[in-house]
């Protein structure tokens, strides 16, 4: 099977899938038209692609990253303002003094993909992600959250197992709880960042391809489109995506979103989403 390690397009995908169940769970568990007329990016894919953008005008040393963090999600964000975005998030991007607001939610982790790419290590992790989060998110649980996503994208990519990724995660995060032989048990509609990812990493670790993955993530409601956005970017790194379910996720896509992926993957991405 052609499969691409596409860790961006993992997110935005697991967003369009979940995005016509965020208010209305599924409620047949795993059986589900992936895609249809319904679906549609919302603000988990638009930050993504800032992120991402963030990294493709920074200096080489991502020096100036925070300025540029703030820059590209705010011209995305104002040029898609109706796309999902919480409250609190919508007033920061249309305000003009850029400052954190203590957020513990989960947008922090939905958002930070790119650094599991860029990231040459896990310390390198720890500080890119620390910029990213804290221009917005700046509670620890966000800051965890977040940093959890990444560290779980880049030991994927390198090749760690499930077994060694969930070890990680465990000796350094969080405990997490696998979803116990494919038995999917809704949850509780999470906003905190920290309760969503653990949630993501689980409906990783019970998957066996990145379609199955991101169905386990639906599967368990709550905040379906956030919960597969995570869920989406660490499986495509693990995994890989199939390349029929790539080309019909950037259908949903515009031209400029579009654009930032390609040229994102171009720079910065090529050695990841090569056929495995």
Known sequence: MNLKKDVILGAIIGDVVGSRFELNNNKYGKEFDFFNKYCRFTDDSAMTLA???AFLISKPDYSDLEEKVIESMTEVGRKYPNC???SSFSRWLKSEDHKPYGSFGNGSAMRISAVGVVA???EEIKELSAIITNVS??????IN????????????????TKEEIKEYIENNYFKLDDLKNGTIKPQVFHINCVET???ALGAFLDSTDYEDATRNAIA???D???LAAITGSIAAAYYGIPEDICNQGLNYLDEYLINIHNEFNNKLNTKNTNNS
């Open 84 to 86: 999902g975005f919480g």
């Open 137 to 142: 998110h700046n509670h620890p649980d966000s």
């Open 197 to 199: 990812v653990k949630q």
């Open 145 to 160: 959250g977040s940093e959890a996503t990444a560290v779980a994208i880049y030991m994927a990519l390198k090749g760690n």
């Open 51 to 53: 992120v991402a953008n």
């Open 224 to 226: 379906s489109d956030t």
């Open 220 to 222: 368990l409601g709550g």
């Open 120 to 122: 040459k290590s896990i």
